[in-house]
């Protein structure tokens, strides 16, 4: 093995590394012995020259250097292959009979700037770090090797690869992916294809989660097709429907409400602002029997909360649902924009806690990494305080074991929830 050069760290910046997070920042770097070449490996020791691991070096990045590994590995397809298997071991132990998972999480699972999403038989890989843009054809081969999937399809349209010196990717980077009867497949193409070329003939794909099948769109649907994180909570939620009226908040394609739906809600209505995940989730609704249960509108979620909630002097708002669903977007991207995103939690909540019905259930969820579970709680009960109820907190939420959580890196841990009882 060629020598690397080596990244020396302050005194004092080790320890971090050493517990296990990942990222370099340029103002951890005492300095270089030789010069790095953007993407390419480097060795990270600390000021005493002890060794803490390889990893990718960018200089247009805040994150300098991604550490990869504790010791000196080969970045190439037989290094991605053994890890990728390591991950998709940890899946196999407590999602036994998943066929759409997360196979890879970035951070995780110790390779920093990847995700591979596994939807049936096609794998769908999101990359925002330069290192493993460089070795995208090494990925994809370990891919292939391990899961030889019908196609591979790139959503690297994250905003994050601009800090990282990195455009916008999507496209077929292995095989053809169509829907079942689509006349003309999507084919891998050397340069691959715009986004919005793609999205102009999007195909889809039937997913299924907990018995449940979902028409997702891979090309221009929200994240890389399907909100896999939250595969338990659509389970949990689901034991607070039977019999009631449900009022499904940011709904997507349907995964709180047609989980309601079918644990025996009365009638679920869905909300959501895009009119294809509307028209989506209708399809899903009947494409499981469920369509008799379901309505929905393709509406902006905040004007209709305060429109519902609205009355006139001396009017009170009548309660209308049983279980209401609040699975927003993140509110927020930085922490600069942490208190805009708290009054928009607030607003969501004030409005929804009118709605439900004394003895009713709220399932809300963040899944912003800059909030954590006590701001959102509290923001919660702020609210309630607002508007006079008490509540009863009966259950918390956090992503699936798909979307491993490694304490010494917060980054990991992101989505939190929880339901809530209306005592009062």
Same mark, same amino acid.
């Given at each position: 093995?060629?020598?690397?050069?080596?990244?020396?760290?302050?005194?004092?910046?080790?320890?971090?590394?050493?517990?296990?997070?990942?990222?370099?920042?340029?103002?951890?770097?005492?300095?270089?012995?030789?010069?790095?070449?953007?993407?390419?490996?480097?060795?990270?020791?600390?000021?005493?020259?002890?060794?803490?691991?390889?990893?990718?070096?960018?200089?247009?990045?805040?994150?300098?250097?991604?550490?990869?590994?504790?010791?000196?590995?080969?970045?190439?397809?037989?290094?991605?292959?053994?890890?990728?298997?390591?991950?998709?071991?940890?899946?196999?132990?407590?999602?036994?009979?998943?066929?759409?998972?997360?196979?890879?999480?970035?951070?995780?699972?110790?390779?920093?700037?990847?995700?591979?999403?596994?939807?049936?038989?096609?794998?769908?890989?999101?990359?925002?770090?330069?290192?493993?843009?460089?070795?995208?054809?090494?990925?994809?081969?370990?891919?292939?090797?391990?899961?030889?999937?019908?196609?591979?399809?790139?959503?690297?349209?994250?905003?994050?690869?601009?800090?990282?010196?990195?455009?916008?990717?999507?496209?077929?980077?292995?095989?053809?992916?169509?829907?079942?009867?689509?006349?003309?497949?999507?084919?891998?193409?050397?340069?691959?294809?715009?986004?919005?070329?793609?999205?102009?003939?999007?195909?889809?794909?039937?997913?299924?989660?907990?018995?449940?099948?979902?028409?997702?769109?891979?090309?221009?649907?929200?994240?890389?097709?399907?909100?896999?994180?939250?595969?338990?909570?659509?389970?949990?939620?689901?034991?607070?429907?039977?019999?009631?009226?449900?009022?499904?908040?940011?709904?997507?394609?349907?995964?709180?409400?047609?989980?309601?739906? $079918?644990?025996? /809600? &009365?009638?679920?209505?869905?909300?959501?602002? *895009? !009119? #294809? @995940? +509307?028209?989506?989730?209708? $399809?899903?609704? /009947? &494409?499981?029997?469920?369509?008799?249960?379901? *309505? !929905? #509108? @393709? +509406?902006?979620?905040?004007?209709?909360?305060? /429109?519902?909630?609205?009355?006139?002097?001396?009017?009170?708002?009548?309660?209308?649902?049983?279980?209401?669903?609040?699975?927003?977007?993140?509110?927020?991207?930085?922490?600069?924009?942490?208190?805009?995103?708290?009054?928009?939690?607030?607003?969501?909540?004030?409005?929804?806690?009118?709605?439900?019905?004394?003895?009713?259930?709220?399932?809300?969820?963040?899944?912003?990494?800059?909030?954590?579970?006590?701001?959102?709680?509290?923001?919660?009960?702020?609210?309630?305080?607002?508007?006079?109820?008490?509540?009863?907190?009966?259950?918390?939420?956090?992503?699936?074991?798909?979307?491993?959580?490694?304490?010494?890196?917060?980054?990991?841990?992101?989505?939190?929830?929880?339901?809530?009882?209306?005592?009062?």
């Amino acid at each position: 093995m060629e020598s690397l050069p080596t990244v020396l760290l302050k005194p004092g910046e080790a320890d971090r590394i050493v517990a296990g997070h990942p990222w370099v920042y340029h103002s951890s770097i005492l300095r270089l012995t030789a010069q790095a070449g953007d993407g390419e490996l480097v060795q990270v020791k600390d000021h005493r020259q002890r060794l803490l691991g390889v990893g990718f070096f960018n200089s247009k990045s805040k994150i300098n250097v991604r550490i990869l590994s504790l010791e000196r590995v080969e970045a190439d397809q037989g290094f991605f292959e053994q890890r990728i298997r390591a991950a998709l071991a940890v899946r196999r132990k407590h999602l036994p009979d998943a066929t759409s998972f997360r196979v890879v999480n970035a951070e995780s699972d110790f390779l920093s700037g990847l995700i591979v999403d596994k939807y049936e038989d096609v794998c769908v890989v999101q990359i925002s770090a330069l290192g493993m843009e460089k070795r995208k054809e090494k990925i994809v081969a370990a891919l292939q090797k391990i899961f030889s999937p019908r196609a591979i399809l790139e959503r690297s349209d994250v905003a994050s690869r601009k800090f990282e010196g990195l455009e916008e990717a999507n496209g077929i980077l292995a095989g053809e992916f169509r829907e079942t009867g689509a006349r003309t497949p999507m084919s891998a193409s050397p340069a691959g294809e715009g986004h919005a070329d793609l999205a102009a003939r999007s195909p889809s794909i039937i997913v299924n989660l907990n018995g449940l099948r979902f028409e997702t769109d891979l090309v221009a649907g929200h994240k890389t097709g399907l909100y896999l994180d939250q595969r338990m909570n659509y389970q949990a939620v689901a034991q607070w429907a039977k019999g009631a009226q449900v009022l499904d908040c940011f709904s997507f394609l349907g995964g709180f409400g047609l989980h309601a739906a $079918r644990a025996g /809600a &009365a009638h679920v209505h869905l909300l959501d602002q *895009s !009119a #294809e @995940a +509307v028209a989506l989730s209708l $399809r899903n609704a /009947a &494409a499981n029997g469920l369509a008799d249960k379901c *309505s !929905a #509108e @393709a +509406v902006n979620v905040f004007d209709w909360l305060k /429109a519902s909630t609205v009355v006139k002097p001396h009017e009170r708002v009548i309660p209308r649902f049983d279980l209401i669903v609040l699975d927003p977007p993140s509110f927020t991207r930085n922490r600069a924009s942490v208190p805009d995103a708290l009054r928009g939690y607030k607003e969501i909540h004030l409005r929804a806690l009118k709605l439900l019905k004394p003895g009713g259930t709220l399932a809300t969820f963040c899944c912003s990494h800059h909030v954590d579970a006590r701001t959102f709680q509290d923001v919660i009960l702020s609210a309630a305080f607002d508007c006079r109820r008490v509540l009863r907190r009966v259950a918390t939420y956090s992503q699936g074991p798909d979307h491993p959580v490694i304490p010494m890196i917060p980054e990991t841990e992101y989505l939190k929830g929880f339901a809530l009882e209306l005592v009062r």
